[in-house]
Each structure stands twice: as C-alpha cells, then as structure tokens.
C-alpha cells in the first residue's frame, strides 16, 4: 500500500495517522523508536509495516506482480502499491469516508499540525507534497508517470520503475480486478484489534 491507502487504513487518530505515513521514513524496533515517538504513533508504524507485509505476501499480489514487465518485478512493491492508490483514488466512493478532496486535505492539515513527530527529511518535503498533491496523483496516467519519475529521481537504482504506469495501462482490468478483490481484505486486516501485540511485529529495516 502506499501513502492514500495507509492513510485510509490507519486508525482516525492523529497518531495514528501521522505513524501510517512515518512508516515509510523510519526504521528500527518499536524498543529504539520509543525514545522519539509516543506510543500510539509507534503502534501507527507498526500498522503501517503489518500491512506491507500482508500485502506482499497475499496470493493475489503475487499473482498480479507476474502482469509487470520482467524488470520491474523486483520493485514490485513499490509500483503495485502505488497502483492500488490509483484504483483505491477511483473507487473512494465505494471504500473512503466524505469527499477524496476532504480526506487528502485533512492529511495536510493533521501533518502540519503535527510536524514535530516527523522525521527532518519528511519534514523537508512536506510543503512540496502538499503544493504537488502527491496523494492525489494517481488518479490519471499522467499522475502516475509524474510519481514513478519523482520516485526514481530520489533514488537512482530505481530507474526501471520509470514507466511503469504502462504495465497497468497494458492489463488494466486485471489490475482493477485484484486491487477490487484484494482492499477489502486489506480493510479488515486493518481493523484486527491490534493493541499492544501489534509491538512484537518484526520491524523492517531494523
């Protein structure tokens, strides 16, 4: 999943929330972030990388990660979840509470009101995530293109994500279809009652 669909998937707290997104900017254990961050903000990361790991290992992921062009398989990952935003964009009527453009509006508002729970590079990027809309890029190709760019301008190695809006456009409907079947099962894994056990989930990039 990526920033729209944690962000839905979080519980609607500001820790919460703000963890669903911190996730992707933090590494270590719940132990080592407990000197920086409040408890239910840790538990907000943890979420946040359950639900990766749920994603990434469900059949219907791994069947669909087949549909990418060969070189882009091992980046899976990203260009998938960033695809399931797409669709989770188009079918907020059916899975979002309110008006999409409330919903991304109200991220902005709940981040700056909380800036001194992010990290400085989140912090950094923060006002040119809000000026470009990043969590409503995805509702067109061109979005999508512009966002595959703009991750891969972060990082070189990721040259090959460049694109790959082409693999979706090219299995459109088996696309649709798997995110269709996937994010309601992804909703209610995110609905378990966490609480306390959800600290014991092993931590990527620990």
């Avoid at 929330?17 to 538990?43: H, K, M, W, Y």
């Avoid at 279809?177 to 014991?200: N, Q």
Wanted: glycine share 6%.
């Amino acid at each position: 999943m990526n920033f729209l669909a944690h962000f839905h998937l979080a519980e609607r707290t500001d820790a919460s929330q703000v963890g669903a997104l911190l996730g992707d900017f933090v590494t270590g254990t719940p132990e080592s972030l407990a000197d920086r961050f409040p408890a239910e903000l840790i538990e907000g990361i943890m979420l946040h990388r359950a639900i990766d790991r749920f994603t990434d290992d469900h059949a219907i992921f791994l069947e669909v990660k087949k549909l990418l062009t060969e070189k882009r398989r091992r980046f899976a990952g990203i260009v998938i979840d960033i695809f399931f935003d797409h669709f989770l964009a188009l079918h907020w009527h059916e899975f979002g509470e309110g008006s999409l453009e409330e919903f991304i509006e109200g991220r902005y508002r709940l981040l700056e009101k909380h800036e001194d729970w992010l990290t400085p590079e989140l912090r950094e990027i923060l006002p040119r995530m809000r000026n470009e809309n990043w969590l409503s890029a995805y509702e067109d190709k061109a979005g999508l293109a512009l966002t595959f760019r703009r991750i891969r301008g972060r990082r070189d190695w990721l040259g090959p994500i460049v694109g790959a809006e082409e693999d979706l456009f090219s299995h459109y409907e088996e696309f649709e279809r798997a995110f269709r079947k996937f994010y309601p099962e992804a909703v209610e894994f995110a609905k378990r009652p966490w609480g306390k056990a959800l600290l014991t989930c092993a931590p990527s990039g620990a």
